[in-house]
């Protein structure tokens, strides 16, 4: 699904990460819904800045999940003791392959939830351009944790033979993806996306440092204005 979604709205999705207008005196574009969804799931997942930030989109590598600032960080701690207890008391030692594989199943589970979370609110709050407190974001993070079961197979010598994953469906991950209609599909649209310059925070401080006249600090107060519209 994330897959389908970069490839249909990459450009929409850089021109909100990267704050993106036609020129400094241009309002800042409608936001696509899609872009919207991705760009605040992202952030809130790894609590990354975006906005404020150089980084902008790094990509999570293998295992990179467990040592990420991720929002369910606390409960795949919990989740790991408790699998390292279990492996313990029945072989005496860990596994740690079936280890990560399961604390893999349980943030890929979760973070399919939490998109679907995320884009049932951005038709509205992509218009809006604002985002949920931190607070509602929380409920989020709990509606979409998985109702997921493990069990182990193994030998008598305690060795293990295999892992196996069920997936309890529940009502957040059943919940169809919804469709919005992005304004930006067409050819016209997307080269002018490619057009537009980017106008960060970081880009408009240096940019009133080196001249820093009322038109310039204007455009400061314009950018902060909109940023802080879609802070948590």
């Keep these: 699904m994330l897959k389908s979604i970069l490839l249909d709205h990459i450009h929409c999705i850089s021109q909100l990460k990267e704050l993106k207008k036609a020129d400094k005196f241009a309002e800042f574009p409608i936001i696509c819904p899609y872009a919207y969804a991705y760009v605040f799931w992202r952030k809130s997942l790894l609590k990354e800045e975006y906005f404020y930030s150089d980084n902008l989109c790094r990509t999570m590598e293998h295992n990179s999940f467990y040592r990420s600032p991720l929002i369910i960080r606390d409960l795949l701690e919990y989740f790991a003791d408790q699998i390292v207890r279990h492996q313990i008391s029945v072989s005496g030692g860990i596994h740690p392959k079936s280890l990560f594989w399961v604390l893999e199943k349980i943030v890929t589970k979760f973070s399919n939830n939490f998109f679907k979370a995320w884009l049932s609110i951005a038709g509205k709050k992509s218009q809006e351009t604002s985002v949920p407190r931190w607070n509602d974001i929380e409920k989020m993070k709990d509606l979409c944790f998985p109702n997921i079961a493990f069990k182990y197979?193994?030998?008598?010598?305690?060795?293990?033979?295999?892992?196996?994953?069920?997936?309890?469906?529940?009502?957040?991950?059943?919940?169809?993806?919804?469709?919005?209609?992005?304004?930006?599909q067409d050819e016209l649209s997307k080269e002018a996306i490619q057009s537009m310059l980017s106008f960060t925070p970081q880009k408009i401080a240096m940019l009133v440092m080196s001249k820093p006249d009322?038109?310039?600090?204007?455009?400061?107060?314009?950018?902060?204005l909109y940023v802080k519209k879609l802070y948590f």
């Design 153 to 184: 197979t193994q030998k008598e010598n305690g060795s293990l033979i295999s892992v196996e994953f069920y997936h309890l469906a529940s009502e957040q991950s059943e919940q169809s993806v919804i469709q919005y209609n992005c304004p930006y």
């Design 214 to 224: 009322d038109e310039n600090i204007q455009l400061q107060k314009s950018v902060d």
